[in-house]
Structures are given as structure tokens and as C-alpha cells.
């Protein structure tokens, strides 16, 4: 055997001449596979001016000088590349990401670990799922818990202007069915939609004096009998904007009883 068994490192021969020639290259070896950290995971060509013992993880693609090496460790040494092929369970941190990474015999997976900062400024998080361009937070779980930390505790959503929507949605099977929130200006409204493309506002709160803002329908276009109880109530505007409760069998006006 002329090499160790897990790093490839030379032995050195009985008798062999210029010994530290091949005791030089397993220093190397152990110079840039011990305490492993990489510069970059994401080239797949060399950077124009590394210096000596620069290391990376070489990314799919692979050209020029890095032709092939997909995955390998490149290391700069003595003006030129050397690649060293990673073991499975080699650990490997990646500097421009504060990331720690395993080799797992077929690709580098990346290792959940309590960094400070290290979640600061992520493009995106998934917990349990992935997440995506538009759900950069994305979270999968039987429960979420926000928790105070000594006192009060508020969750925030917050819009950028006036007319746009900071809102909770609520959806069965990815299809809307109620809504929350700020819907395209400051009053705070409820809607409902049976389909998740046909929405309808059941209650609004006026963001100026706080006061309930109840839909109004033509009579014709009141909801069915047999929808709801009898504590709905409505706005009926065929009749001079009149209000109007459902009292179990039909809707009636407000002013009179009569039924609408």
C-alpha cells in the first residue's frame, strides 16, 4: 500500500530517496483537507488571481482548469490547481455564506447549525418545505407558535401604501375561502368566497371612526332563505338604503318588520 487508506496521503518508501519530497505533498493534503473552509461554492471556472491555498468547492459546469471536477476541492498550490476528491461525512465550511456543508458520497448538503447571524439576510427559509420567489418564508407544521419574551407579543404585518393589501388569507385545499385584513385601502374588512375567485365583503370597519360598515344588496339579490340564521343583517338598497335582518324564514326591514 503507498497511500493512507481515508486521505491518500503517500508513504514514504523503505529506502526511498528525496523522502520530503513525498512527505511535502501529504502536508499539503493535510494543509487543505484538515479544518476544510472554501472560499466559494458557486464557480464553475477558477477565479482570475487566486492566491496560494485558496480553496472551492468546484460547481456543475465545470470549464478551463476545473473541466470535470464538479464537486471536487480545488486548492491553489504552488502556482497551479490541485483537486482532492471529499470522502463521505467530510464537513466543509463555506465563507461567503456562513454555511456548513456535508459530503455525502453523491452531493454537498448543506447542515443545520446555530450560527450568530447566520439568518440574517437570506433571500429565503423553508421550515419542513421549500420555499419560493413568492413565499420566501415558508413554513410546514401541525402548529406555529409566537411566544412574548417577558411582556407583550404582536405580529405585524405591514403594507406599503395605502391602496395595496396586508391581510391574512385563509384557504382550504390552496383555494381562498375568507380573508382578513387591509384589503386595498385602510379599513379593516372581512371577506368570504365559496370558490376562491368570487369574493364577498361581509363587514367592513371604517379605518376614520371605527364604525361598522354592513354590504348592501338590491332586495333581488339578497342571500337565499335558507342560508343562514336569523341573525344576519344587510343593507337593502332598493328601498332607500334600509336595514334589514333575517329573522330564520325571510329577511324584513329594520323600520317596519315587513317582509323585503
Not at 344576519?232 to 323600520?255: C, F, P, Q
Request: proline letters at 5%; hydrophobic letters at 40%; one cysteine or more.
Amino acid at each position: 500500500m503507498s497511500d493512507t487508506p481515508n486521505l491518500k496521503l503517500p508513504y514514504i518508501e523503505a529506502a526511498q530517496a528525496q523522502k520530503h519530497v513525498t512527505h511535502n505533498e501529504a502536508l499539503r493534503t493535510l494543509d487543505a483537507v484538515v479544518q476544510l473552509g472554501v472560499l466559494d461554492r458557486d464557480l464553475s471556472a477558477p477565479p482570475a488571481n487566486p492566491a496560494e491555498g485558496d480553496r472551492y468547492l468546484v460547481a456543475a459546469g465545470a470549464s478551463g482548469d476545473w473541466s470535470g471536477k464538479e464537486n471536487l476541492i480545488a486548492v491553489f498550490q504552488d502556482g497551479g490547481w490541485a483537486f482532492l476528491e471529499p470522502r463521505p461525512g467530510w464537513l466543509c465550511w463555506v465563507v461567503d455564506e456562513d454555511a456548513l456543508t456535508v459530503w455525502d458520497g453523491a452531493a454537498w448538503n448543506d447542515v443545520d447549525v446555530a450560527v450568530p447571524d447566520a439568518l440574517q439576510n437570506k433571500s429565503m427559509i423553508g421550515v419542513n418545505t421549500s420555499a419560493d420567489a413568492t413565499n420566501r418564508l415558508s413554513v410546514k407544521s401541525e402548529a406555529v407558535l409566537f411566544s412574548h419574551d417577558g411582556a407583550d407579543v404582536r405580529v405585524k404585518v405591514n403594507k406599503n401604501a395605502a391602496t395595496d393589501t396586508a391581510s391574512f388569507l385563509f384557504q382550504s385545499g390552496w383555494s381562498g375561502r375568507a380573508e382578513i385584513g387591509l384589503c386595498g385601502d385602510d379599513d379593516f374588512t372581512f371577506k368570504v368566497s365559496p370558490d376562491g375567485s368570487t369574493w364577498k365583503t361581509a363587514l367592513t370597519l371604517d379605518a376614520a371612526s371605527g364604525l361598522p360598515k354592513l354590504p348592501g344588496f338590491d332586495k333581488n339579490d339578497l342571500p337565499a332563505n335558507a342560508s343562514f340564521g336569523c341573525v344576519a343583517l344587510a343593507w337593502n338598497t332598493s328601498d332607500g338604503t334600509v336595514l334589514v335582518y333575517h329573522d330564520g324564514s325571510d329577511w324584513r326591514k329594520s323600520t317596519d318588520g315587513q317582509v323585503v
